[in-house]
């Protein structure tokens, strides 16, 4: 079987940036930063996603590229005491995307109704309880999601997730800027800008750490085997750290216009109530069509805001879904169209919890959550740190991060060679225990 590979490296930093701008970026930055004190939780997010992300991310990508092998082989390649590791990787898929694509299913439902001038249907406020509490149309949406993401990757990795990418990236780059300038001109935006950019070091406590770091792995598809499944497929010539580095320029870029859309609309509208600041994960769903309905050209406002989120989700779909592809493809021997089916179809089923769990599902919540919830706490609070946390130990400490130093380096030189291993070794492990421990005193 001919290995897969992007055409160039920025086949490659487009693609890893399209699964790292997704919903982390555009729904979830947007509400954190919002309740945890606007500019403050900006500070820290962008501290310990410079801090932490770059090396774990480069760590991960150079283990790809190494091994030259998807997920569940890669770490076996380092070393053979590896193996479970690869295997939680390929897991943490299967808990997060069925979740991710019931989402990727309401976006639709939303950008369809503002594409056909029916956003005041939206911004009724029982509109998405009504909506989520159905069983056919959160489900007729998920199986929509999931069949563009699907249709993407049956054309393979260059003329599927790069040509993809390619065109999505720019195009949500592009609609985040126009979004974001014309709510900038909107009377009292700029009292939300000045609450998103000013930090409030009053507001400032543990649980902010917490979240952001929480953000930091949600948002770039960290220990979820999106950079290894990705790593394999980037040439030994392209740099990786050039890359790690332009990948978060992207990330923290989305990130930063998402929170002043959302902020600065916010405040244009509500003068920043508490219960708007507040609102949580409702926030992109209930809060802000209410917010857009009283805003000029709210149809188009509204439109241009739910596409922009619907590139982000489906970038980040793709991704996810490549991981346990490549895993068929690479153990079963399963031709491409063969494993996007399979995993389609397990998808689907995986998500029809949370897609129900709104409906018929309603009564059945672990830990007092929904289903959704649950799946997003789990697979997201407390697995992801986790491997994080195993995955640094193993390389710091039975691997040697000196192997992935030189596998780094093999494109030229590696600047911040010391500080990756020093990282790697010592105060990753040691800050992913803190955290592991602060979010689970706080549960």
Known sequence: MNKPTFSNRLGFVLSAAGSAVGLGNIWRFP????????????LVYIIITLLF???IMSMEIAI????ASASVDAYKELNHRGGFIGWLTAGITLITLPYYCVIGG???????????????????TDFFTQYTSQAAQPVMFQILFLLMAGAILLCGVKNGIENANRFLMPALIALAVITAVYTLTLDGAWSGVAYYLTPDFSRFSFKTVLAATGQMFYSLSLSSGIMITFGAYLGKKDSIEHSVKQIELFDIGIAFLSGLIVLSAVFAVSGGEETALTAGTGLMFQTLPSVFSQMPY????????????????????ISMMEVDIANLIQHLHLKR?????????VFFVLGLPSALGYSIWNDLRPFGMYILDFADFVGNSVITPILALISCLFVGWVVGPEVLSDEIASDGVFKRRRSFEFIIKWIAPLFITAVLIGSFLEI
């Open 31 to 42: 509400y954190l930063a919002a309740e945890y004190g606007g500019g403050i939780f900006l």
């Open 53 to 55: 992300g770059f090396p």
């Open 64 to 67: 790809g590229r190494k091994t």
């Open 106 to 124: 309401w976006v639709m439902k939303y950008a369809l109704i503002y594409c056909t001038g029916n956003g005041n249907t939206a911004a009724d």
């Open 298 to 317: 709210s149809d188009v406002i509204g439109a241009l805001f739910f596409i922009l989120v619907f590139f982000a989700a489906l970038s980040s779909a």
């Open 337 to 345: 169209w063969q494993a996007v089916a399979v995993m389609t179809g």
